[in-house]
């Protein structure tokens, strides 16, 4: 019934979830794609989704290898140059203001836009990299992506003339392992898992926040539609976008 009394829009009693965000002793944040939308980042499923748009092929990693060329090309189109100017959103900035007040211990991220630490939150898990660098294929060197480096096609290591990679993960490649074992202890050890803006249809990340329910963590979740969590998972269902929840939710922070 609780879950039912938030699920209706004029219903959401936002006093009541800053009072649960408030009262509790571990708060991890688990988020997606669509708490960048309203910052103006694309997501990759549904309305206005990148996926359905250009395809996925050049984000994977065996096509990226034997084209680095072409996906680059892509790369720039899709990600980069949408996000080369976006700033965090509300939603964003109550998670890092709630890390200042000790209540957000951490926040696991599949997103690669680095809007959570520009928001100013400084335990940021990325299980999906992130957009900010590039690294050499050969000899691993690091580059802060910039202007110069996009205006290369393909970006190559100044080392050793090798072709850079971005840093996130590409489809069948592995999730670094230090952001998803710390995600996976903070997940076990939150209280309060709040899902925001993700479909959860990726694996492995989607099985995070279930390790978080089977440790009797209560889960919050905010998003205007439902996820494949919503009805399996979720005591509390906020059925509102980010930026506008959490504008109504630092009311009563
Ligand atoms: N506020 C909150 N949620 C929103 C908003 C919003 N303003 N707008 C859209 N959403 C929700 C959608 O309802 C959907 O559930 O965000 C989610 C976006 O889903 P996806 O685009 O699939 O993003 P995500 O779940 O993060 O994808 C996971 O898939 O392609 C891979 O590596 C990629 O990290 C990505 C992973
Ligand atoms: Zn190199």
Redo the contacts with the bound molecule.
């Keep these: 019934l609780f879950a039912l009394l938030l699920y209706n829009n004029y219903m959401i009693d936002y006093k009541l979830i800053a009072k649960t965000i408030k009262e509790s002793k571990y708060a991890v944040a688990f988020?997606?794609?669509?708490?960048s939308?309203?910052s103006g980042v694309p997501?990759?499923?549904?309305?206005n989704?990148?996926?359905e748009k250009h395809g996925?092929q050049f984000?994977e990693i065996s096509y990226f290898v034997k084209h680095p060329k072409e996906s680059w090309g892509s790369l720039k189109k899709v990600f980069y140059d949408p996000i080369t100017d976006v700033k965090p959103n509300k939603?964003h900035i109550v998670l890092a203001n709630l890390e200042k007040m000790g209540i957000m211990r951490s926040i696991i991220t599949?997103?690669?836009d680095n809007l959570h630490q520009d928001a100013g939150s400084k335990i940021v898990y990325e299980?999906?990299g992130t957009a900010k660098y590039a690294v050499c294929m050969k000899c691993k060197s690091r580059y802060k992506i910039n202007k110069d480096i996009l205006d290369m096609n393909p970006p190559s290591c100044e080392k050793c003339g090798s072709v850079l990679k971005p840093d996130?993960?590409f489809?069948g490649e592995q999730l670094p392992a230090l952001d998803f074992n710390s995600s996976i202890e903070d997940s076990q050890k939150s209280d309060l898992f709040i899902i925001?803006?993700?479909?959860?249809?990726?694996m492995p990340?989607?099985q995070i926040p279930h390790l978080a329910k089977r440790a009797n963590a209560k889960i919050m979740e905010?998003?205007?539609?439902p996820?494949s969590f919503t009805n399996y998972i979720v005591d509390i269902y906020v059925q509102?976008?980010?930026?506008?929840?959490f504008t109504e939710i630092e009311k009563y922070l």
């Design positions: 988020t997606g794609a669509g708490i939308v309203e997501p990759f499923r549904g309305e989704g990148l996926w996925s984000a939603a599949q997103n690669i299980l999906h996130f993960v489809f925001i803006g993700t479909g959860g249809e990726v990340a989607a905010i998003n205007p539609e996820s509102e976008k980010a930026g506008i929840a």
